[in-house]
């Protein structure tokens, strides 16, 4: 039985998809915003930050991960979805560093683009000021684990569209995190500017060097409104 | 690295073909021998392999079993399960770190000790337990250890700690182990008297479609705790597309109070055998895999030499029973202790050499699972009966039980009770008869399913161990009077964290934050909005948690909420003030103080 059209609504819209879509491509071809963070068109859908949670059927799941199917009914901006994911975004913001004012990617981050779009002004959670490690090594990458938020972004960028496998995760549970090759420095890996991972990051765990103040603050993807289109990344 | 080391390493990745999906065979078998997995010997993996050496080490850090520091020759895991605790699991870890002069997580100077702690290691109805490489010793006492640890100075054996058999085929040569079946009640299916080999033979008397229906008729559910229907796990992985199939036998019980599968493998393991064969007869699978827990590596010699029987047999191998077209074998894939990998799509990605982490779903195992192929994966208990049910027929299967939840159940009871051990008792047994026959009088909570379960309160021991009730794998803990249900809730929830595998949000961030807050109100430092914020949170990490690990992982504290609310009321102090309990005050100062060089004029400490 194969049909060459799927329909299904979307908070009572009716959404058309092609067989083999997910929920998520099918909403951003008819232009229906569903909040997400770790997705990256190009990648396979990891699924981890949770943010694009829908209620598909009464089931929650994410959107980034389900393949639309004929009837299904969506639930996605409800007030009982967007406070699961203002909680998850909260958890994120206080699980690392994220001092803003500070932070060169300010204004371009995803995650503050996506805060901004759930009306987060401050994270409920307490913050846990971890302590994580630092690599500016490389002379044109710097590498910041304080902002990294685990989407795999770049895993699966320098594996699977550059070819080389830069990163990694090790260790489990909360002490999970970013590692390159075990005993070396960023500048010792084949990580090069013109990989792809280097645009991949949502926030500012992997930043161009000299390259941080070259839009002014004021004037940059999310400081005018919560998600004007998708973030500009060269 | 000296030059054997290196050769040894080698010969192990190219007895596994360099094959990347055989990483967690040859990273163990590194481990064993050099006692860890160092920064040299990840590269030299990698290059074996063609792959980047932070992708072993990316293995190697997320099993507890693996070390990227040198471990000692002996590494010795006590156990440090609630029940253990309960048990003096505690005083026998002091007791250790007295006798060797090292704390918990550290190695000797001269490199013959490590000292770990290791959660549940399936031996709640003997325990404390300890892991001393892979020699289990249980019922230990404080007192024993010295002894113990002069016995390991003297001999550098493990099995030399050995001294009694713990009966059964524990006793076998193979095995030789202390360690107790303690089965209390032989039910009508699994530990009844029945005839070899009678599930397969019936099994391939039948077309394969009709032994996937009698499972189906028969009403069984997978018995490792989310009770998904066997038969149309079966029929979706039959009917997938694809010429290779594998069924996977789930042997890593880790759910902390389960034992009942160690039981089962060391007494019933040509049943489970049968049943496997069943099973790949059923879904046109011609290869097996036992995904077995680390902590049973005691078991695995004799699991197989009784595989490599079957096989001269005609059990194992082409031709099962002369049936031309069927051949089925099994292999024995050892885990590295991880509680995550009892989870089904972990579980593949752990025998394909990769990080425990869940899978995303769809597309389910059936679809695509290990090696990209058609999967079933069923839990011991479950391909067990498979076998009984083949010999006796769907509908004396089904005509025990209840109409909703059909069959037995193998239940571990464990805790404070007279009886602990292995108990078969039809569905639809409640609570009352179970404590009664465990000799439990006086119990005060009664957790089912395990931490991942429900904190039942004796107000609700009627209920019943169904699938419209309570819904189990088969732990079952029981509390006394006194004992302090909420500091238990809390090491669970401890053991979740540290389980967790960290993919998603809710689950690595949420439960760490949800930990916090817990321990303020167990301070005595919380009030209502403390409760409602555990409740709230708790919802969110259930609801938005990717599996099954995550989803559960707050019920230690929600279900004692629900069931056991006066607890919580009793460590509540109304607030003296505006301020909230939670919040201190001093704590918050602290480092402006000591940056000041002043305390406080307005919050003076009074002490």
């Given at each position: 039985m194969s049909k060459d059209k799927i329909t299904f609504t979307i908070d009572g819209c009716e959404v058309t998809a092609q067989p083999g879509q997910t929920v998520m491509q099918a909403a951003d071809a008819a232009n229906i915003r569903i909040p997400q963070l770790c997705y990256l068109e190009g990648l396979t859908p990891h699924g981890s930050c949770r943010v694009c949670i829908v209620k598909a059927n009464g089931r929650l799941d994410t959107s980034c991960t389900l393949p639309a199917v004929e009837g299904m009914v969506v639930e996605n901006n409800t007030e009982e979805i967007n406070e699961y994911r203002r909680d998850l975004v909260d958890m994120l913001f206080v699980e690392g560093n994220h001092i803003c004012p500070s932070c060169e990617k300010s204004g371009d981050c995803e995650l503050q683009g996506v805060a901004y779009e759930l009306g987060i002004t401050a994270p409920k959670y307490p913050y846990q000021f971890p302590r994580r490690e630092t690599d500016a090594s490389h002379p044109d990458i710097f590498l910041d684990l304080n902002r990294c938020i685990l989407c795999a972004r770049c895993v699966q960028t320098s594996r699977d569209l550059d070819g080389k496998t830069v990163f990694e995760f090790v260790g489990r549970g909360p002490d999970k995190k970013l590692a390159i090759r075990p005993g070396a420095r960023l500048a010792d890996t084949e990580l090069d500017i013109t990989d792809q991972v280097v645009g991949s990051c949502p926030v500012g765990t992997i930043l161009k060097k000299r390259v941080g103040f070259a839009v002014p603050v004021g004037e940059r993807t999310y400081d005018k409104e919560p998600h004007p289109e998708q973030p500009v990344s060269e | 690295m000296n030059p054997e080391a290196k050769a040894f390493m080698i010969g192990v990745c190219r007895e596994y073909g360099s094959d990347r999906t055989r990483l967690m065979d040859i990273v163990r078998r590194i481990q064993e021998q050099e006692r860890h997995v160092s920064l040299e010997a990840m590269e030299l993996i990698a290059e074996e392999l063609g792959i980047e050496s932070v992708e072993v080490r990316s293995l190697v850090s997320f099993y507890s079993f693996f070390s990227e520091k040198p471990q000692g020759k002996i590494v010795i895991r006590v156990c440090n399960d609630v029940v253990d605790l309960m048990q003096g699991g505690a005083e026998v870890s002091r007791a250790f770190e007295a006798a060797l002069g090292i704390l918990v997580g550290q190695t000797t100077a001269d490199g013959k000790f490590t000292l770990e702690h290791t959660p549940c290691i399936g031996m709640c109805d003997q325990a404390p337990a300890i892991l001393v490489n892979h020699v289990v010793c249980t019922r230990l006492s404080a007192a024993q250890v010295p002894r113990m640890v002069e016995i390991l100075k003297r001999t550098g054996d493990p099995q030399a700690l050995v001294t009694q058999y713990g009966g059964g085929n524990n006793e076998d040569e193979r095995i030789r182990s202390m360690?107790?079946?303690?089965?209390r009640r032989e039910g009508e299916v699994l530990l009844a008297p029945r005839e070899a080999e009678a599930g397969l033979r019936q099994a391939v008397a039948m077309q394969p479609e009709d032994v996937v229906r009698s499972i189906k008729d028969a009403g069984l559910r997978g018995c490792g705790g989310a009770g998904f229907p066997t038969g149309m796990k079966w029929e979706f992985t039959r009917k997938a597309a694809g010429d290779r199939k594998f069924l996977i036998c789930n042997a890593d019980e880790g759910e902390p109070g389960t034992f009942k599968d160690r039981v089962l493998l060391t007494e019933k393991f040509d049943l489970l055998c049968e049943g496997m064969a069943v099973a790949g007869y059923a879904i046109g699978a011609q290869e097996g895999i036992i995904y077995l827990r680390g902590e049973y590596a005691y078991l695995q010699a004799f699991l197989e030499s009784i595989l490599a029987r079957r096989r001269k047999e005609g059990l194992?191998?082409?031709?099962?029973?002369?049936?031309?077209?069927?051949d089925f074998d099994i292999r024995i894939q050892m885990g590295g202790g991880a509680y995550i990998c009892g989870e089904e799509s972990a579980l593949i990605s752990s025998c394909e050499g990769l990080r425990g982490d869940p899978k995303t779903r769809p597309p389910f195992p059936a679809q695509k699972g290990y090696l990209g192929c058609p999967t079933s994966v069923n839990n011991v208990e479950t391909l067990c009966t498979v076998a009984c049910i083949l010999e006796r027929g769907a509908d004396a299967y089904r005509a025990l039980g209840t109409s909703q939840s059909a069959g037995t159940k193998l239940l571990s009871v464990s805790g404070d009770c007279e009886w602990p051990g292995i108990y078969e008792f039809p569905f639809g047994v409640s609570l009352h008869e179970i404590l009664q026959e465990c000799g439990a009088t006086d119990a005060q909570a009664v957790l089912v399913g395990g931490p991942s379960g429900t904190f039942v309160d004796p107000a609700q021991f009627n209920r019943t161990i169904c699938f419209s009730d309570l819904s189990t794998g088969g732990a079952v803990v029981v509390f006394g009077p006194h004992r302090n249900l909420l500091r238990i809730a809390g090491e669970y929830l401890d053991f979740f964290i540290e389980e967790s595998c960290g993919y998603c949000t809710p689950c690595r961030a949420g439960t760490v934050l949800m930990k916090q807050r817990f321990e303020e109100v167990l301070a005595g430092r919380g009030n209502q909005s403390d409760l409602d914020y555990l409740v709230e949170l708790g919802r969110t990490i259930k609801s938005t948690s990717r599996c099954g690990l995550g989803q559960t992982a707050c019920n230690p504290v929600l279900t004692t909420i629900a069931n056991f609310r006066p607890l919580y009321s009793a460590l509540q102090k109304a607030p003296d003030d505006n301020h909230k309990a939670s919040f201190d005050i001093y704590g918050a100062l602290r480092d402006h103080e000591a940056l000041a060089g002043r305390t406080s004029e307005i919050f003076p400490h009074t002490n």
């Open positions: - | 360690v107790q079946n303690s089965i194992l191998g082409t031709e099962i029973l002369g049936q031309k077209g069927f």
